[in-house]
């Protein structure tokens, strides 16, 4: 169940997190949608891995933004020198 919540919250993290990060990313309600979701799987994932987290406890929504936020700014520094 714990998947399923990090995946809704991605979802809505990646909406936040597009609107918050200046520069144009990735456009597309699905492709900002799948951004959440890996930020907020990427948070839950690292935070498990530096014991902030317990297994079984997926990232709160600040965790996921931050997660998305730091993927779309990988995304801007890629896309700049391509």
Same mark, same amino acid.
């Given at each position: 169940?714990? =998947?399923?919540?990090?995946?809704?919250? @991605?979802?809505? /993290?990646? =909406?936040? /997190?597009?609107?918050?990060?200046? @520069? $144009? +990313?990735?456009? +597309?309600?699905?492709?900002?949608?799948?951004?959440?979701?890996?930020?907020?799987?990427?948070?839950?994932?690292?935070?498990? =891995?530096?014991?902030?987290?317990?297994? @079984?406890? $997926?990232? @709160?929504?600040?965790?996921?933004?931050? +997660?998305?936020?730091?993927?779309?700014?990988?995304?801007?520094?890629?896309?700049?020198? +391509?």
């Amino acid at each position: 169940m714990h =998947l399923i919540w990090t995946i809704l919250i @991605g979802f809505v /993290a990646g =909406l936040v /997190a597009r609107a918050i990060t200046p @520069g $144009s +990313g990735p456009s +597309g309600f699905f492709l900002t949608a799948a951004l959440g979701i890996a930020g907020a799987l990427a948070a839950t994932f690292l935070g498990q =891995l530096l014991h902030w987290y317990r297994p @079984g406890q $997926s990232a @709160g929504f600040i965790g996921a933004v931050v +997660g998305a936020v730091i993927l779309l700014l990988g995304y801007h520094l890629i896309a700049r020198k +391509g």
